[in-house]
């Protein structure tokens, strides 16, 4: 594929992702002033995903760019997550003796 | 010599692998924040209440504004736009100036109340909110080093614009460098309620 | 043949003068630079740990008083591990032979390229600066634990800041890798045509990408805490140093298959060529490198049994440790299954191939024993430790590297070593290599703890033969170096294919010409069908 045959993001699908990002902060903030207790960090990092989600598909372009890149994408998340989800196998689980 | 391919795709996916070492290197410090938010859940609400919401509000609009000028540069320039190309690298440029003039009077302002890594304050709070100012002067500096890399990338940018070298059909530079302020802006992302908002 | 070829000059000629090679953006004079470096540096971590085999030949001071000591250990694993081992393979072989492998002119980024050399030399010349400024050099060991290396006096601020460097220098290599593999193959060479040294090194390119930015930011949270004190690590300011850990492995466990995995891929090239067979089972080899890559990523807290993590992350640690055997011991096995029936010729690069496969068992073997919690909580911080990871390392990639030296060296100079030599070095070294490090199990099992300066005088025995051992290899090497450098200038000169291997290096003249191929080649055949290949010595 040569740089010419790539698809091109319109403006207005553009802009319609901005305006969708803003709507997303807004609530952000909003549902942290919600008292969820523990569920206030479920919540907020489900927005922060989908944000940033928005942001890897549009603004990044992966939505239109071949199976490949989305997959190595999707596994570097998914180490990262392991490397984070792995430690808690060892600091959830210390000093209960 | 035939050395230097133009090999548009391959350009690209260097990039992607190179954010992808970018987000490893801040994933350290995600994972260091995840374990000590579990550690000290009280200490940290209470260090996020100290941090100031509207700039980081103001900020988080910034970056975002930002991200989508920079989007759309790359559309004018494949339309052939040059100027308006220009004009939206310009903005996406200034917003990163914006950026990093409320986080200085951010940091400016905590300096001012003690608080910095190693302060004497510091040692008088709780260990937690020692822990908690720690990451977020260490994560949001990190950022904002980031903020200062990508912006100087996108001065080459617009300098090759102006000359003609990003042009309608060899812009993989620009996109490369949109790529990088993107990631910023996912990172910023995250840093925004994890700090600002916790939790 | 020889003689039409000719007409254009090999890459040693097409220019001349030093900065000819310190900016060039060709592949193989950027990986000749590496490898001369890797092993001048090599020669120096050698000289280390022989220094570190004399201290130790008796109980009590020999040569050098204890600070020395922790200093000299400290190097010798710092400069073996993060300027020898890691470039080693992948940054040395792998820009010498990559692009010739898939039929590619260049890397991806050649200009990339020289910058991760220059990134390498940068780093190096950090890591030497913090020998002898500030006071003293590090006598942290090279995994420069917290708290120790937070508050030694030593200089650990530079040196951490050299690895980083070098671990930057690392990313751009795995970065272009990939690149180049996904972009740059011939024509007709479909990813089961790939040779499987190339597979070996995506695999481990995908590592280079992905774990070493871990490593990145722990030495520079390192440098934050020596410098700011900020404290993420301190117990007394709330930090928790088994994070560091946690950190420190999540990098350096999948470190280790940087090391071994195109190791592993310089004996799939070299077995099948010396046993005129294809080999056993390509598809599963490859995709056991990436098994490997993988599963390694997931069982980094197998260093910390005894750290005093949580006893749930130490049974599942050590589960998942016995996953990474599985795709190893598929490798071993189809190596095997390679050498059945086949017609075998005994060369030197298949010594060092075969040994290889033994020394790599061995201390493989030995890696379960410590995998396993039960096990590892007698066996952890002893010179079985030791013994085990330079069986891997050093018999494993140090022998990766002489058998890759030794079958990719007609090619590169277009000269032949003294064949009868080299299999008297080979013999001297594998001897002696077993003399040094086989007597370590057994003092590591009485209970030797590593690292020490002095010990009981029971284990002196252990000690003396293991150190006798050390002057075997020393001369085995010696040897070694000696035929190597004599044939580079003076040995006679070879064909293109003096093997008779079937990837397509060996269809290029030796040494290749600047752009690697006379016309673009297209791959019709698997790369190990020997089928109407002739040897051209």
Avoid at chain 2, 143 to 158: Q, R
Avoid at chain 3, 26 to 42: C, E, N, Q, T
Wanted: overall charge neutral; aromatic content about 16%; hydrophobic content about 50%.
């Amino acid at each position: 594929m040569s740089a010419n045959e790539q698809h091109i993001l319109s403006y207005k699908k553009a802009f319609i992702v901005l305006v969708l990002l803003l709507i997303l902060t807004g609530l952000t903030v909003v549902m942290a002033e919600v008292d969820l207790g523990y569920l206030n960090v479920v919540v907020a990092l489900a927005l922060a995903t989908s944000k940033s989600l928005l942001v890897i598909m549009y603004f990044m372009h992966l939505q239109y760019e071949r199976p490949y890149l989305k997959g190595v994408v999707f596994m570097t998340f998914l180490l990262l997550a392991i490397f984070i989800g792995f430690t808690f196998f060892d600091v959830s689980f210390r000093g209960g003796s | 010599m035939s050395n230097i391919h133009k090999d548009y795709e391959g350009a690209k996916l260097g990039m992607w692998l190179f954010l992808f070492t970018e987000i490893l290197l801040f994933g350290g410090m995600f994972l260091l924040y995840a374990i000590y938010l579990a550690k000290f859940p009280s200490e940290f609400h209470k260090g996020g209440d100290e941090l100031d919401v509207v700039i980081g509000g103001v900020n988080t609009v910034v970056l975002l504004i930002s991200s989508f000028f920079v989007a759309i540069s790359i559309t004018a320039i494949r339309l052939g736009n040059k100027k308006a190309c220009l004009r939206y690298v310009y903005i996406t440029i200034a917003c990163s100036l914006i950026f990093l003039v409320n986080k200085f009077f951010e940091w400016k302002a905590k300096f001012s109340h003690g608080i910095y890594p190693d302060s004497e304050h510091l040692k008088e709070l709780s260990q937690g909110e020692n822990i908690f100012y720690g990451l977020y002067f260490l994560m949001t500096g990190l950022h904002g080093l980031h903020v200062i890399i990508g912006a100087v990338v996108l001065g080459f940018a617009v300098y090759f614009i102006q000359r003609d070298k990003i042009n309608k059909e060899d812009f993989v530079f620009l996109e490369n460098g949109g790529l990088y302020w993107h990631l910023v802006d996912l990172i910023w992302i995250f840093l925004f309620p994890l700090f600002y908002l916790v939790l | 043949m020889d003689n039409a070829v000719k007409a254009q000059p090999n890459f040693f000629e097409e220019k001349r003068g030093i900065l000819s090679w310190i900016f060039t953006t060709d592949h193989k004079r950027i990986g000749l630079m590496y490898l001369y470096l890797v092993l001048a540096f090599f020669i120096v971590g050698v000289v280390l740990g022989l220094l570190i085999r004399m201290e130790l030949i008796a109980p009590g001071e020999t040569i050098m008083k204890a600070q020395s000591y922790n200093a000299v250990f400290t190097l010798h694993g710092v400069i073996m591990i993060f300027i020898v081992v890691i470039p080693s393979i992948p940054a040395a072989f792998g820009n010498i032979l990559l692009p010739i492998h898939i039929g590619a002119e260049d890397v991806a980024f050649p200009r990339l390229n020289l910058l991760s050399w220059w990134l390498y030399v940068i780093g190096t010349v950090f890591a030497l600066i913090s020998l002898f400024t500030g006071q003293g050099p590090p006598d942290t060991g090279w995994t420069f634990y917290v708290p120790f290396s937070e508050f030694t006096t030593t200089n650990v601020s530079v040196a951490v800041f050299g690895v980083f460097i070098l671990g930057f220098s690392s990313i751009l290599t795995g970065l272009n890798f990939i690149t180049t593999i996904h972009r740059l193959r011939a024509p007709g060479m479909n990813w089961t045509r790939i040779p499987l040294f190339a597979w070996s090194l995506y695999a481990t390119a995908w590592i280079q990408v992905l774990a070493t930015p871990i490593l990145g930011i722990t030495v520079l949270l390192v440098m934050a805490e020596r410098i700011l004190g900020v404290g993420l690590f301190d117990p007394a300011k709330g930090g928790d140093p088994i994070l560091y850990q946690h950190l420190f492995w999540i990098y350096s466990h999948p470190a280790v298959y940087i090391m071994i995995l195109p190791a592993m891929g310089v004996i799939s090239e070299i077995i099948p060529v010396f046993a005129r067979k294809h080999i056993f089972g390509y598809k599963m080899i490859a995709f056991s490198s990436l098994a490997i890559a993988f599963a390694g990523s997931l069982v980094w807290a197998h260093h910390m049994f005894t750290s005093g993590m949580s006893d749930t992350a130490v049974l599942i640690f050590s589960f998942l440790t016995f996953i990474v055997a599985i795709p190893s011991a598929i490798k071993v096995f189809n190596w095997t299954a390679t050498l059945y029936k086949g017609s075998i010729s005994v060369r030197t690069p298949l010594l060092y191939a075969l040994s290889f496969i033994f020394l790599f068992s061995v201390g493989g073997l030995a890696g379960l024993l410590l995998g396993s919690a039960g096990t590892d909580v007698h066996l952890h911080d002893t010179y079985f430790v030791v013994s085990h990871f330079h069986y891997v390392i050093f018999g494993g990639t140090g022998f990766g590297l002489f058998a890759a030296m030794h079958f990719w060296f007609p090619k590169i100079y277009g000269r032949m070593y003294n064949e009868r030599i080299a299999n008297i070095a080979w013999l001297i070294l594998f001897v002696g290599f077993n003399v040094l490090y086989f007597p370590l199990y057994v003092i590591g099992l009485q209970g030797m703890p590593r690292r020490y300066y002095d010990y009981l005088p029971q284990y002196t025995g252990g000690h003396f033969i293991s150190t006798v051992g050390s002057w075997i290899v020393a001369v085995g090497l010696l040897i070694m170096f000696v035929n190597i450098f004599h044939g580079m200038r003076k040995g006679p000169k070879v064909g293109r294919n003096p093997w008779g291997g079937a990837t397509l290096e060996w269809f290029v003249p030796s040494p290749p010409p600047l752009l690697n191929f006379e016309e673009e080649p297209e791959v019709t055949r698997s790369p190990y069908n020997y089928k109407g290949v002739e040897p051209d010595e």
